[in-house]
């Protein structure tokens, strides 16, 4: 168990809707990372969060937006959703941002599908 | 830009033999390297990483990387694969541990 914790962890949607993602990190860690893992684009970072504020952005569509709350949970929403959006979601924490001795912990990942 | 390329999607290879699982990155400035696991519905578990010091890395569960500056690579490998060894192994490169970017995977399959 990584301490990461993502829910839900299935998700079926239909095409349009909009769905979020949570994630709780781990106990002490100040930023959260989002990535996208499917099987024709792989494992893509999306979004980093450090203590509330974006840090760093990846290939995460204009359609999708992150936060990150004061207890330093974060949320992924994803919007108007259409059936390439079918992916595995995974969140990341680590304790600081840009230090060398930083180990991002994964979670287990929300497995999301649009029919 | 980062980049990293794994060679071979899919490897086999008898318990008890050799793993080598290949990786080579592109990166403009000199890079932080990882090796991450993933086993069946599971997250990404961190297997070892390369953050400029030693360049022969060890790592949890017998497995090793060596960081060859002259070759961009970092090959994953370990001496004796165990069944529970069977997972997908993903490469990536990071140049301010903000970003990382992966391979595409390598699927081990280990043979009795």
């Known amino acids: 168990d990584s301490g990461v914790t993502q829910t839900p962890k299935h998700l079926i949607t239909a095409t349009g ?70 992916a595995l979601y995974f969140c990341a924490s680590s304790v600081g941002q840009g230090a060398s001795n930083t180990e991002a912990f994964f979670g287990q990942g929300t497995r999301l599908t649009v029919v | 830009a980062q980049s990293v390329t794994q060679l071979g999607s899919h490897v086999s290879v008898s318990e008890g033999a050799l793993v080598l699982l290949r990786c080579n990155y592109s990166s403009s400035v ?45 090959h994953l490998t370990k001496p004796s694969a165990h069944m529970s060894d069977a997972a997908e192994y993903f490469c990536a490169v990071s140049e301010n541990f903000n970003k990382f970017y992966f391979g595409s995977g390598t699927k081990l399959n280990v043979k009795p």
């Not at chain 1, 106990?27 to 203590?51: M, P, R």
């Not at chain 2, 997250?43 to 990387?65: D, H, M, R």
């Open chain 1, 17 to 86: 809707q909009r769905v979020t993602l949570r994630c709780s990190p781990r106990s002490g860690d100040l930023s959260v990372y989002w990535y996208q893992q499917s099987l024709d684009q792989g494992l893509q970072f999306l979004i980093q969060y450090y203590n509330g504020e974006e840090r760093a952005k990846g290939n995460i569509l204009e359609r999708f937006s992150a936060q990150q709350f004061p207890d330093l949970h974060s949320e992924l929403n994803l919007s108007s959703l259409e059936l390439g959006d079918s």
């Open chain 2, 30 to 74: 000199p890079p932080y390297l990882f090796w991450y696991v993933q086993y069946p519905n599971q997250g990404l578990q961190l297997l070892l990483k390369y953050t400029s010091a030693a360049t022969l890395v060890k790592g949890i569960n017998g497995f090793e990387a060596e960081f060859k500056k002259s070759e961009t690579s970092f």
